[in-house]
């Protein structure tokens, strides 16, 4: 079984909205956007967290994601470095414009992975 429901949100949703939110399928990975050393830039118009409960994945069945929006592009995420990171932004902000930059970092926790996290441009 997958379920999947909005947790939280930065907008008002119609039902139509959250139904959308919740299929994931063409948002676009940041764990695959995002790419060694490149980064990418993008002006965050809203985000969501979802609740995801599935019984085909690998590891925890119970999970979160975010999404962030952008005008037309919608980028999703399970990173809670990214998320704490962006969050942080988001709140200080309070609503004015601004554009962020997303790259990865090497862990000082686990040799030869990376992170995904953002700061602001």
Same mark, same amino acid.
């Given at each position: 079984?997958f379920?999947?429901?909005v @947790?939280?949100?930065? &907008?008002?949703?119609?039902k139509r909205a959250? #139904?959308m939110?919740?299929d994931?399928?063409?948002?676009?990975?940041?764990?695959? *956007?995002v790419n060694?050393?490149? $980064?990418i *830039?993008? @002006?965050?118009?809203?985000?969501?967290?979802l609740? *995801?409960h599935?019984d085909?994945a690998?590891?925890?069945?119970?999970?979160t994601q975010?999404?962030i929006?952008?005008?037309?592009? $919608?980028f999703?995420t399970?990173?809670?470095?990214?998320w704490?990171?962006?969050?942080h932004?988001?709140?200080v &902000?309070?609503?004015d414009?601004f554009? *962020?930059?997303?790259?990865? #970092?090497p862990?000082?926790n686990?040799?030869g992975k990376?992170? #995904?996290?953002c700061?602001?441009?």
């Open positions: 079984m379920e999947c429901r @947790k939280e949100t930065s &907008m008002e949703l119609t959250e #139904l939110l919740t994931t399928s063409k948002a676009m990975k940041l764990d695959k *956007v060694g050393e490149e $980064s *830039v993008i @002006k965050p118009t809203d985000y969501a967290i609740d *995801v599935n085909k690998k590891g925890d069945k119970d999970y975010y999404i929006l952008t005008d037309g592009d $919608s999703i399970g990173s809670e470095s990214f704490n990171a962006f969050k932004i988001w709140d &902000m309070d609503g414009d554009e *962020v930059e997303i790259y990865k #970092l862990s000082k686990y040799e990376d992170f #995904l996290t700061s602001i441009v």
